[in-house]
């Protein structure tokens, strides 16, 4: 499978795993890696996980839940206000916050600048709670 539908901060290192979600029996979260030779599972804080919402940026890098992307509202494209991605419905396109609204994003011209967890000064925060 090429997609990687999920991703969370792993416990061991605090760096990112992409894959599929499973909880073990006592609850634990984990993320299993399939994207090598062999499958690997990653520990993963729950509360950090975030679903491919089946985009790119103009980049052509992935765009999961709780991004934060820079959205040109013009044709001219240039960047103006930051928001948060927190859900994609094709193919209406995403629906998005800033500070002050909420957005139906539609079109192509994203530019990820990072997500909440990893930024969250992006955003106006010092933590991603």
């Not at 299993?32 to 790119?56: A, H, M, P």
């Not at 040109?72 to 859900?87: A, H, K, Q, T």
Request: net charge negative.
């Amino acid at each position: 499978m090429s997609e990687t539908p999920f991703r969370g901060k792993r416990i061991d290192n605090g760096g990112w795993a992409y894959g599929f979600i499973w909880h073990n029996d006592i609850g634990d979260c984990f993320i299993r890696d399939t994207t090598g030779e062999s499958e690997i599972d990653y520990k993963v804080d729950e509360s950090t996980i975030c679903e491919y919402l089946n985009i790119k940026d103009k980049k052509e890098r992935k765009m999961f839940k709780h991004d934060i992307i820079l959205k040109s509202w013009s044709i001219f494209e240039s960047y103006d206000e930051r928001v948060l991605l927190v859900f994609s419905r094709d193919p209406c396109g995403l629906i998005c916050v800033s500070k002050t609204k909420i957005y139906q994003c539609i079109g192509s011209g994203f530019k990820k600048i990072g997500n909440i967890y990893d930024n969250p000064e992006l955003f106006g925060g010092n933590d991603a709670t």
